[in-house]
């Protein structure tokens, strides 16, 4: 029926331009200050499906992300991310295949040594996921977040605000701002506990102005070079309701 493919078009595209957690370390959207150090290397390899219901439709995204950072500095790091997706709604078939690479870097500005410190993460997405399919913008796009990171004995705060100019062909809107905290818990040596919580301004003309999020998860510290993730993120507000949960790896040498 003509509403239901209304519906299931929404909720994919909903899908396919949802606020990505690769840029943060996962589970996280909220990001810290924290670099690799000069010359170091970070590989992080994490996935994520997320399931949507919009007006009696599911859809689904899975997502797989591969981000490989190298430090370049002891406060500046640069990182690309390579993400492989798979989207679909119930009833029709997938989609799937390469998304939009991001490259980034993250830059400590400020640190006053006493547990608080400023970063700025300036990013690119470039078109190399397919717009017809619905894995990419089509067009590139640029974005800037401010990073606020305060420790203090067993706990962070980290407080994120961004902007991002989203040129794309479908005519979402092009300036988008995103807002988010997180708190962090060491509750042992080996786990770190952590509550994330934001709000976005919403990509599609007709879709919600404002999108909001809360997650909790959790980080266990094999050893100081090895970390492994899961965490569960759900959307707040008014409808469609979505929920993703994903695990993750990382990797320091």
């Given amino acids: 029926p003509f509403p239901s493919a209304l519906a299931s078009c929404a909720v994919f595209t909903l899908l396919a331009w949802a606020p990505l957690a690769a840029q943060a370390a996962h589970p996280l959207v909220t990001d810290d200050t924290g670099t690799q150090g000069d010359g170091n290397w970070q590989l992080e390899v994490n996935t994520d499906h997320t399931r949507t219901r919009d007006a009696g439709v599911t859809a689904w995204e899975r997502q797989l992300n591969t981000t490989v950072t190298r430090g370049v500095a002891d406060n500046l790091d640069v990182a690309a991310n390579l993400p492989l997706l798979r989207n679909s709604v119930a009833g029709e078939g997938a989609q799937s295949g390469v998304g939009d690479v991001t490259v980034q870097a993250k830059w400590r500005l400020y640190d006053n040594e006493k547990g608080w410190s400023l970063g700025l993460r300036p990013a690119a997405t470039l078109p190399t996921g397919s717009s017809s399919k619905g894995?990419?913008?089509?067009?590139?796009?640029?974005?800037?977040?401010l990073i606020s990171n305060l420790e203090a004995g067993d706990w962070s705060?980290?407080?994120?605000?961004?902007?991002?100019?989203?040129?794309?062909?479908?005519?979402?809107?092009?300036?988008?701002?995103?807002?988010?905290?997180?708190?962090?818990?060491?509750?042992?040596e080996q786990w770190t506990l952590a509550a994330d919580i934001g709000a976005s301004r919403g990509a599609e003309p007709g879709g919600r102005r404002t999108e909001k999020f809360a997650l909790l998860g959790a980080i266990f510290h094999v050893n100081d070079k090895t970390d492994l993730d899961i965490g569960w993120r759900r959307s707040l507000g008014s409808k469609p309701v979505s929920n993703t949960v994903g695990v993750g790896l990382a990797l320091r040498w």
């Fill in 135 to 145: 894995l990419g913008n089509g067009r590139a796009t640029a974005s800037v977040t």
């Fill in 157 to 188: 705060w980290l407080a994120n605000a961004g902007y991002t100019y989203n040129d794309n062909k479908f005519g979402d809107r092009k300036h988008l701002w995103a807002a988010s905290t997180a708190v962090l818990f060491k509750a042992s």
